[in-house]
C-alpha cells in the first residue's frame, strides 16, 4: 500500500512538532517565501518557463546555488503551481540543510499528485537527513513503487541501508542510484563512502574519482581532500588484506580514566614500550601522534588536504599511515591504517587514539567500573545471561563514522541523535540547541578550554543540563559544553545535536556489538 501523508496523523504531528522544538532538525531553519516583491512578478510563457527550470539545473550542476535558487523562485512565484520547480528547489533547500522549507515545498507536491514518485522521494531524503528514519524509510519504499527508476529514491534508501550497518544492501541500491542518474556527483560520493566502509579500496577509489568528474569544482579544499584519500585507497586496495585477526581469541586489560576517557596501554612495534591510546568511539580510523609515529619510525603513506574537526580553526592536515600490528593485550591486529597528526594537550601523555575500524570486529566493553576494557572474537562470544539492569539500544553510523544514539533531554519533546563518544570528556550540546527557549535557561558562569582534533577552543560556555536520557538511563545535572557542530553535520549525513561524552558514560559498562550495530549499557553503581 502506498503511504498518504494526509491520512497519517503521526506523520503530520510530527512535522507540527519539528516546528515546534528546537531540535537538530530546527537547525536548519531558513524563512520560507519569494525573494521577489509582488510588484516584480511578471508572468513567464511556457516555453520560457522550461528554459528558466534548464538553466537552474545547470546551475545547480556547476555548484552555483544562489542563481539556481533565485531562478526556481522566481518560477514558483509566477506559476505557484509548477510542480518542478517547487521540487527541484525542494532538493536544493535539501541540499543546504535547510529541511523544514524542503520538506513544505515537497509536501505541498505530494498532497496533490500521489504519483510523483520524486516528491516522495525529496520527503524521505528530508526525514533522513533530520534522523527519522522510520518515516524516511517508509516514504522513500513508495517512491520507488511508484517508479522503480527513481533515483534519489534508491539513493535515500542506500543511505539509510549505510546508517543501519545493511552495507551490502547500501552498496546494492546506491551503485541502482547511480546507474540511472550518472550525473548527480552526491550519488557517486555516497557510494565511496560506503564502498570505503565495506573494504571495497578499488572501488572506493573508482567511486571518488567519478565524483571528481562530475561534481562541481568550486571547493578547492574539499578536491585535495579527495585527492589525497584516493592515492591512500589505491594503496590500501594493493594489500592483500587489512584488520587481519590474530593472537588469542580473546583478552582483558585493565583502563585508567584521564579526563573520563578509558585509556588501554597497546603496543606498535614487540621490542618497544607499551603506548597509551584512548578507545575512541568518536572516531573511524585510529590516530596516532605525529611525534609517536616519527619516535617509532613510522612514515606517511601519503598526504592530501585538511580534515574538518572540533577546536582551534577547525582543520588539520591529513596525512594518512599504516601500521603492521597493533597488539592489545593478548589479541593482535595486523595491517591498520591510521591518521597521523599532532596533538595539541601534550600533558596528557596519550600517543593515540584506538578507532572503530580496529575493534569492529571483536565484541567490545569498556567497564568503567572495574576500570577493564576486554575483546572478544565474534565466533568466541557467548552472551551473558539476561540482566534485568542492563538495557541494550541500538546504534547508527553516521557516514564519517561516527556513533549516533537517540537522546532525550529535559524540557525537549523527542528524542535528538547525539554521538555516542568514549573520546569525549563532556557531553556537548550544539551551539543552536543551547541558545533555545529550552536549555538557554541553563547556562553556567563556568567558561571551558576544550582540546579538539584540530586545536584548541577557548571560553566555552558550559551548561547543567537537568536530566540526560539515553534509553531508559538517566543522568540528572550533567555538565555539557556548546559547540559549533556544523562540521561534524557536513559530513555525518544526518543531524547530530551533541555528543554524549565520558561523563554521562562512566556510570556504565559497556558493550558494542559492531557487527549488530548495538551497545549494552549496564549501571556500575558510580556516581
Known amino acids: 500500500m502506498r503511504f498518504d501523508p494526509l491520512r497519517n496523523r503521526t506523520f503530520t504531528r510530527k512535522l507540527r512538532l519539528l516546528r515546534a522544538v528546537v531540535s537538530a532538525l530546527i537547525l536548519a531553519i531558513a524563512i520560507s517565501g519569494s525573494i521577489f516583491a509582488a510588484d516584480d512578478v511578471q508572468r513567464i510563457e511556457p516555453q520560457e518557463t522550461k528554459k528558466l527550470l534548464k538553466q537552474a539545473k545547470k546551475l545547480f550542476r556547476k555548484g552555483e546555488i544562489a542563481e539556481a535558487e533565485k531562478i526556481l523562485r522566481r518560477v514558483i512565484a509566477t506559476n505557484p503551481q509548477n510542480a518542478e520547480a517547487k521540487l527541484d528547489l525542494a532538493y536544493l533547500l535539501l541540499k543546504r540543510k535547510r529541511l523544514v522549507d524542503a520538506y513544505n515545498y515537497a509536501f505541498e507536491v505530494a498532497k496533490e499528485d500521489k504519483d510523483n514518485a520524486y516528491a516522495f522521494a525529496v520527503l524521505g531524503a528530508t526525514y533522513l537527513s533530520a534522523g527519522n528514519f522510520a518515516d524516511a524509510r517508509i516514504l522513500l519504499n513508495n517512491a520507488i513503487v511508484v517508479d522503480d527508476d527513481e533515483a534519489l529514491g534508491w539513493a535515500g534508501l542506500g543511505m539509510l541501508d549505510f546508517y543501519e550497518n545493511r552495507v551490502d544492501d547500501s552498496i546494492y541500491n546506491l551503485e541502482r542510484a547511480v546507474q540511472l542518474d550518472g550525473k548527480e556527483a552526491d550519488y557517486a560520493f555516497a557510494l565511496a563512502q560506503v564502498s570505503a566502509r565495506a573494504e571495497r579500496y578499488k572501488e572506493a577509489a573508482d567511486a571518488y574519482q567519478k565524483y571528481l568528474r562530475i561534481a562541481p569544482d568550486n571547493d578547492r579544499e574539499r578536491t585535495e581532500r579527495i585527492k589525497g584519500l584516493i592515492k591512500f585507497l589505491r594503496y590500501l586496495g594493493k594489500r592483500p588484506s587489512l584488520y587481519d585477526l590474530d593472537g588469542a581469541g580473546q583478552t582483558e586489560v585493565p583502563v585508567r580514566l584521564v579526563n573520563n ?142 556513533l549516533s544514539g537517540q537522546v532525550k533531554l529535559h524540557g525537549i519533546e523527542f528524542p ?10 563532556l557531553s556537548v550540546i550544539s551551539e543552536d540547541l543551547a541558545s533555545s527557549e529550552e536549555l538557554s535557561g541553563f547556562i553556567q558562569d563556568e567558561r571551558m578550554r576544550v582540546v579538539g582534533a584540530a586545536g584548541v577552543t577557548e571560553d566555552v560556555p558550559s551548561f547543567l543540563l537537568p536530566s540526560v536520557t539515553f534509553g531508559r538511563f538517566s543522568r540528572n ?15 555525518s549525513g544526518f543531524e547530530q545535536a551533541g555528543i554524549l561524552g565520558g561523563n554521562f558514560l562512566k556510570n556504565y559498562r559497556l558493550t558494542f556489538d559492531f557487527k549488530q550495530s548495538m551497545v549494552t549499557f549496564t549501571p556500575t553503581d558510580q556516581d
Do not use: C, W
Not at 378 to 386: G, L, R, S
Not at 418 to 423: A, E, L, Y
Open 261 to 402: 576517557r578509558p585509556v588501554v596501554q597497546i603496543k606498535l612495534k614487540d621490542n618497544e614500550p607499551p603506548l597509551n591510546f584512548v578507545l575512541d568511539t568518536g572516531s573511524g580510523i585510529s590516530v596516532i601522534s605525529d611525534l609517536t609515529a616519527e619516535r617509532l619510525k613510522i612514515k606517511p603513506v601519503t598526504k592530501g588536504g585538511v580534515a574538518r574537526a572540533l577546536g582551534g580553526d577547525g582543520k588539520f592536515d591529513i596525512v594518512y599511515g599504516f601500521i603492521r600490528k597493533v597488539s592489545i593485550g593478548d589479541v593482535a591486529v595486523r595491517n591498520v591504517p591510521v591518521y597521523i597528526r599532532k596533538f595539541h594537550n601534550a600533558s596528557e601523555r596519550i600517543d593515540g587514539y584506538i578507532g572503530l575500524s580496529l575493534i569492529s570486529k571483536y565484541v567490545t566493553t569498556i567497564d568503567y567500573g572495574n576500570l577493564t576494557f576486554s575483546l572478544v572474537r565474534k565466533d568466541n562470544y557467548e552472551t551473558p545471561p539476561e540482566n534485568a539492569d542492563a538495557m541494550t539500544v541500538p546504534l547508527r553510523l553516521t557516514s564519517s563514522g561516527f
Open 416 to 425: 535528538l541523535n547525539f554521538i555516542v563518544d568514549t573520546g569525549a570528556s
Open 477 to 491: 545535572d550533567l555538565k555539557a559544553i556548546a559547540l559549533d557542530l556544523d562540521l561534524i553535520n557536513e559530513t
